[in-house]
């Protein structure tokens, strides 16, 4: 079945460094590909996203690129903020109409 | 509008007692609605979706139950609750081209 696997957390950075959260996938087809954003105590924000293979998907700074030799959707940023500080979700979305989230990483930044 | 509507935002219950939950979209006929679960620490677990009036697909066995009674409505229930059903819900729905999937602002369930 589908799968998507974040590089495990947390990760804790200082204001201003750069900040990568790796993720990859496993799917049929050609799904598209997002990471979400979790701020405490609240739902899910899509944070940005690609539907196809070398789309660039970005938003507030942050950008992933839709790798499809590589499976990968890897998130970055280049000069995090305090308030950055959040869980990050990365999923997929097949053609039939269904996600599979991978299980967050929990970023913090110190200033 | 991709707005979602849930309700309650919080919930406290005892152990062994019925849930309703409710979740009711704005936008576009007859969207693909979704009732996920994340539990503390953890991420998202599909647990039903359904494609339609009266069409429910469950995801994984478990104690809860789904039911899409209009177009725009999709409500989770249980007739009795256990400790392990704690968590958060969230409700989503796609977009017209399935595309993007938009999250509610969630319930959170605690069971005692």
């Known amino acids: 079945g589908d799968s998507v696997t974040q590089m495990e957390g947390p990760v804790t950075l200082s204001e201003e460094a750069f900040l990568t959260i790796n993720c990859t996938y496993t799917?049929?087809?050609?799904?598209?590909l997002f990471w979400y954003v979790q701020y405490p105590g609240e739902g899910l924000q899509l944070l940005l996203k690609?539907?196809?293979?070398?789309d660039k998907g970005s938003n507030k700074g942050f950008e992933a690129t839709y790798r499809k030799e590589t499976t990968s959707f890897h998130l970055e940023k280049g000069s995090v903020q305090v308030s950055d500080s959040a869980v990050y979700f990365c999923?997929?979305?097949?053609?039939?109409?269904?996600?599979?989230f991978g299980d967050g990483t929990t970023l913090t930044v110190k200033p | 509008s991709q707005t979602i509507h849930q309700w309650p935002a919080t919930l406290v219950q005892p152990v062994g007692s019925p849930l309703s939950l409710e979740c009711t979209v704005e936008?576009?006929?007859?969207?693909?609605l979704y009732w996920y679960r994340q539990a503390a620490g953890r991420g998202l677990q599909l647990l039903f979706y359904?494609?339609?009036?009266?069409?429910i697909s469950s995801e994984v066995p478990q104690n809860l139950s789904a039911s899409r009674p209009q177009d725009r409505q999709f409500i989770l229930s249980s007739k009795k609750l256990l400790l392990s059903d704690s968590g958060f819900y969230l409700c989503?729905?796609?977009?017209?081209?399935?595309?993007?999937?938009?999250f509610g602002p969630g319930t959170r369930l605690l069971v005692l």
């Open positions: 690609a539907t196809k293979a070398d």
């Open positions: 999923a997929l979305l097949t053609n039939a109409g269904k996600s599979t």
């Open positions: 359904s494609v339609g009036i009266g069409q």
């Open positions: 936008g576009t006929s007859n969207p693909n």
């Open positions: 989503a729905r796609n977009s017209g081209n399935q595309e993007t999937q938009y």
């Open positions: 799917a049929t087809g050609y799904p598209s």
